[in-house]
């Protein structure tokens, strides 16, 4: 499985940022995909989750600024963010979790500036 992430880019506090990330080879039908963010110098954190169900899950610190959604046809996962802040900055990488495999995409920078 591979996973291509993009969108990310320099935002301003306040601004919005919509990251893609498409998955493509064998893929079991039955998966999570999720977004997960690294900021400088500290360990990588489940920012949103969902299932094939239509099941989703996020870190406290982005619920009601963010939201995760999936085109299963397609094996898409987006993430969009709204009213970001400097402490969303950080790499942000996608997740698809099957079968008790994972495999991650390379990550998308994301900067916001105050």
């Keep these: ?35 997960y963010r690294q900021a400088p110098e500290k360990p990588r954190e489940l920012i949103a989750a969902a299932s094939t169900s239509g099941t989703t899950n996020y870190a406290d610190s982005v619920k009601g600024r963010f939201s995760i959604s999936r085109d299963n046809a397609e094996n898409m996962v987006y993430l969009q963010m709204n009213r970001l802040r400097p402490e969303d900055t ?15 995409g390379r990550g998308t920078l994301v900067t916001v500036s105050s």
């Design 90 to 104: 950080g790499v942000y990488y996608c997740r698809l979790s099957t079968r008790g495999n994972d495999s991650w």
């Design 1 to 35: 499985v591979q996973l291509q992430a993009s969108g990310g880019g320099l935002v301003q506090t306040g601004g919005s940022l919509r990251l893609s990330c498409a998955a493509s080879g064998s893929i079991f039908p039955i998966n999570v995909m999720g977004w």
